[in-house]
């Protein structure tokens, strides 16, 4: 995962490889958290500055500064997928700086979104829809859908290939969805601009990544 390489130049032929393209998806929600941001002020907390997480981080920066160019984007990374308590002490920093929308990544982000509810700020999720997390926090979330993949998969496996195949997540191809979270009010200008920028990524006018 997180990687397109299966290794064939190394002899291996049994890998199936796939990566969400996170910066996608990252750059919508981006988008929706500027535009419905009151202080202008958005803080970021990644765990490691490399693979899907750093995609998805750099996404959302784009996303915001394109949507609001005088936006205040904060970014921190707390060196651990796994350590809830570096999450919500991050999360503690970027409200302290201001931020009213938060996001971030890794199974850590527990931590950051409870503190989220708790401060009255609003939380942008990735991977998963977090909705259950918090209800009266989290907006939105950028969700990998499977499906696809694992359908082909099982059909390459029954064909006799077991490997030597890479796949994307992406919005055009379907992996990757937007779940709105209906408990939390989006104004309808800002779902538009967050459906045009789907289709700018998926024809390729918009450029998620800076």
């Known amino acids: 995962g ?3 390489n299966t290794f064939q130049a190394d002899g291996i032929n049994n890998v199936f490889a796939y990566q969400a393209e996170a910066q996608q998806g990252g750059y ?3 988008t929706i958290a500027a535009l419905m941001s009151k202080s202008g002020v958005i803080g970021i907390s990644g765990p490691v500055e490399a693979g899907g997480a750093k995609l998805y981080v750099d996404g959302f920066k ?3 500064m394109a949507a609001k160019p005088d936006a205040t984007v904060n970014v921190s990374y707390t060196g651990s997928f796994s350590d809830v308590s570096l999450m919500a002490a991050a999360a503690e920093t970027h409200i302290a700086a201001g931020a ?3 996001t971030g990544s890794s199974q850590s982000v527990v931590g950051a979104i409870g503190i989220a509810k708790d401060k009255g700020a609003f939380w942008f999720g990735t991977q998963w829809d977090q909705t259950s997390l918090a209800t009266s926090t989290v907006v939105a979330s950028q ?7 694992i359908k082909d998969i099982r059909a390459s496996r029954k064909a006799g290939v077991l490997g030597n195949k890479s796949y994307t997540l992406t919005f055009k191809n379907a992996g990757l969805v937007i779940k709105y979270n209906d408990a939390v009010a989006v104004p309808a200008e800002v779902k538009a601009a967050a459906d045009a920028a789907i289709k700018g990524i998926s024809d390729g006018s918009v450029k998620p990544l800076p």
Do not use: E, R
């Open 62 to 64: 784009t996303g915001a």
């Open 28 to 30: 919508v929600l981006g």
């Open 100 to 102: 009213d929308m938060l």
């Open 2 to 4: 997180t990687s397109l």
């Open 143 to 149: 969700v990998y859908d499977w499906p696809g993949v």
